[in-house]
C-alpha cells in the first residue's frame, strides 16, 4: 500500500509533462499562422523618408465644410421648393378632376360674400336666421335668374335685326375695300367667301360634334348652378358653424393664426365682391347709354355682357369692350365704331383711375402684373370660371400671408419679452395645492390637450 502514492505522483508528472509539450506545440503552430513582426521594421527600414523640400499633403476635409456655403443654401431651398411645386401638382391635379365641384363651391363663396351682409342686416332688424337667409337667397336667385332671362330674350328678339344689319355691314365693308388704297379686288373677296363656305362644308362633322359637346356643358353648367345654389343657402345659413368645424381640421399650433386669419380673409373677399359689382354695374350703365344713343342694335344685351365680363379683371373689360365696337362696327359703319371705342375707352379709364381706388380702396390691394398672372394662369387651368376666380384668391392669399407674417412676428417679439423677463421672475412654491402644481408639464398638456 506504501507503493501506490509514488506511482500515482510518477503518472501525475508525466501527464504534466505531456500537458506542456502540447502547449508547446500549439503555440509554434500559432506562431506560424502570424507574419513575422520582426520583419516589418526591417521592411518599414528599407523605405527612404520623404525628403524635407517634399509638399506636406493636407487632411481631406469633411465633405460638408468642403461644399460653399450659397450652393448648401441653394440645395435645402432646391429640394424644399421641388417638394412645394410636387405639393401643389398633386393638389392642381385633385382640382381638375373635380373642377365642377370646386368651382360650384367658389361661386357660391362670391355669391354668398355678396348676399351675407343682406342677412346680417335682416337679422338685425328681428327675423330670424333662417327666414332672414331664405329671404336673401329666393331674391337674389331670382333677380340673377331675371338677368339671365332678359340676356337671352333680348338677343333672341334682336337676332333677326341683327342678322340684317351684319348682312349689310359686310356688304358695306365690301365697298369700303373695293374703294380703298389697298387694292383689293372683287376676285380676292370673292375667293375668300368661297374658301369660309368651304371650310364650314368640310367641317359640317366637327360642328355636328361641337354641338353635342355644348348639350353636355349645358348639363355640367346646370349641374354647377345647382350646387353653388344648395352651397349658398348653407353657408349663408350656417357659415359660422362650418367655418369652426373647419378650425377644428387645423393643427392645435397654428389654429390661433388660422383662426384670426379667417375673418380678414372673409372681409376681403366681401370687399372685393361688392366693389367689383358696384364698378361693373356703372360700366355697364355708362357704356350702354352710350351704345343706346348712338343707334347701336342690342344696346341692353352688350350692356349686361358688359356686366358680366367685368367680374374677368382686364381681360374682361378688353373682351366686352371689342364686342360692343365690332358690332357696331358691322350695323352702324366705322364712324359710330369709332364713337363706340372713344366712350368704352373714356369708361374704362375712369373705372381704372377713380372707381376702382375709390370703392375697392385698401381692402383689395393687388398689382396689376399679379391680377394679369393670375387672370392668364387661372384661364388656362379652368376657363372662364379659373379666370373669374383668380384676383379674389390672389387678393385672399395676400391678405392671409399678411396677416400670418404679422402674427408670427408678434409671437417672436412676445417670445424674446418672456425670455428676457424669466430670470428677474419670483419663484413659484412647489407645493401641491399652490401655482406650480397648476402648472406642472402633465396638467399643461392635458390642457393644451382640451
Given amino acids: 500500500?506504501?507503493?501506490?502514492?509514488?506511482?500515482?505522483?510518477?503518472?501525475?508528472?508525466?501527464?504534466?509533462?505531456?500537458?506542456?509539450?502540447?502547449?508547446?506545440?500549439?503555440?509554434?503552430?500559432?506562431?506560424?499562422?502570424?507574419?513575422?513582426?520582426?520583419?516589418?521594421?526591417?521592411?518599414?527600414?528599407?523605405?527612404?523618408?520623404?525628403?524635407?523640400?517634399?509638399?506636406?499633403?493636407?487632411?481631406?476635409?469633411?465633405?460638408?465644410?468642403?461644399?460653399?456655403?450659397?450652393?448648401?443654401?441653394?440645395?435645402?431651398?432646391?429640394?424644399?421648393?421641388?417638394?412645394?411645386?410636387?405639393?401643389?401638382?398633386?393638389?392642381?391635379?385633385?382640382?381638375?378632376?373635380?373642377?365642377?365641384?370646386?368651382?360650384?363651391?367658389?361661386?357660391?363663396?362670391?355669391?354668398?360674400?355678396?348676399?351675407?351682409?343682406?342677412?346680417?342686416?335682416?337679422?338685425?332688424?328681428?327675423?330670424?336666421?333662417?327666414?332672414?337667409?331664405?329671404?336673401?337667397?329666393?331674391?337674389?336667385f331670382v333677380i340673377m335668374g331675371l338677368v339671365g332671362w332678359f340676356v337671352v330674350w333680348q338677343v333672341m328678339d334682336n337676332l333677326d335685326n341683327l342678322s340684317d344689319r351684319v348682312r349689310d355691314g359686310i356688304e358695306e365693308l365690301k365697298r369700303w375695300l373695293l374703294d380703298s388704297p389697298f387694292h383689293v379686288t372683287e376676285q380676292q373677296i370673292n375667293d375668300i367667301a368661297k374658301n369660309l363656305s368651304d371650310t364650314i362644308g368640310t367641317n359640317t362633322e366637327e360642328i355636328t360634334s361641337a354641338g353635342l359637346q355644348g348639350v353636355t356643358v349645358m348639363v355640367e353648367i346646370l349641374t354647377g348652378i345647382l350646387l353653388a345654389m344648395f352651397s349658398t343657402l348653407f353657408l349663408l345659413y350656417d357659415g359660422k358653424r362650418i367655418w369652426q368645424w373647419v378650425l377644428k381640421l387645423v393643427p392645435a399650433q397654428a389654429r390661433e393664426g388660422v383662426a384670426g386669419a379667417g375673418p380678414r380673409a372673409w372681409r376681403t373677399l366681401t370687399a372685393y365682391v361688392r366693389g367689383t359689382v358696384i364698378v361693373a354695374l356703372i360700366d355697364a350703365i355708362f357704356i350702354g347709354l352710350g351704345i343706346y344713343f348712338l343707334d347701336v342694335p342690342m344696346a341692353v344685351p352688350l350692356a349686361v355682357f358688359i356686366f358680366l365680363f367685368a367680374f374677368i379683371p382686364l381681360v374682361g373689360a378688353v373682351i366686352s369692350g371689342a364686342l360692343a365696337v365690332v358690332v357696331a362696327l358691322v350695323t352702324q359703319g366705322v364712324f359710330t365704331a369709332l364713337m363706340v371705342l372713344i366712350v368704352v375707352l373714356a369708361v374704362q379709364q375712369l373705372e381704372g383711375h377713380v372707381l376702382q381706388p375709390f370703392i375697392l380702396g385698401r381692402a383689395v390691394r393687388v398689382h396689376p402684373l399679379a391680377v394679369v398672372l393670375a387672370v392668364a394662369a387661372g384661364g388656362l387651368t379652368a376657363g372662364i370660371g379659373g379666370a373669374v376666380v383668380a384676383v379674389p384668391l390672389v387678393a385672399v392669399t395676400n391678405t392671409v400671408v399678411g396677416y400670418l407674417r404679422a402674427y408670427g412676428q408678434e409671437q417672436a417679439l412676445r417670445g424674446a419679452a418672456v425670455v428676457e423677463a424669466a430670470p428677474t421672475a419670483a419663484p413659484a412654491p412647489l407645493t401641491a395645492s399652490g401655482p406650480a402644481a397648476a402648472g406642472t408639464p402633465g396638467t399643461a398638456g392635458a390642457e393644451g390637450r382640451e
Avoid: C, H
Wanted: cysteine-free; glycine content about 8%; aromatic content about 4%.
Fill in 1 to 140: 500500500m506504501s507503493r501506490v502514492p509514488g506511482w500515482l505522483a510518477g503518472l501525475g508528472a508525466g501527464l504534466t509533462r505531456i500537458s506542456e509539450r502540447l502547449d508547446e506545440r500549439r503555440n509554434e503552430a500559432e506562431a506560424d499562422d502570424v507574419p513575422d513582426v520582426a520583419v516589418v521594421p526591417a521592411a518599414r527600414d528599407s523605405i527612404p523618408p520623404p525628403p524635407a523640400y517634399a509638399p506636406t499633403v493636407a487632411a481631406r476635409p469633411d465633405p460638408v465644410a468642403a461644399i460653399p456655403w450659397g450652393m448648401r443654401v441653394a440645395a435645402e431651398a432646391g429640394w424644399r421648393l421641388l417638394v412645394l411645386a410636387g405639393t401643389l401638382w398633386v393638389l392642381i391635379r385633385i382640382i381638375s378632376a373635380v373642377q365642377l365641384v370646386v368651382l360650384a363651391f367658389v361661386a357660391a363663396l362670391l355669391v354668398t360674400a355678396m348676399l351675407q351682409p343682406t342677412v346680417a342686416r335682416l337679422k338685425r332688424l328681428g327675423l330670424p336666421r333662417g327666414l332672414a337667409t331664405a329671404v336673401t337667397a329666393i331674391a337674389g
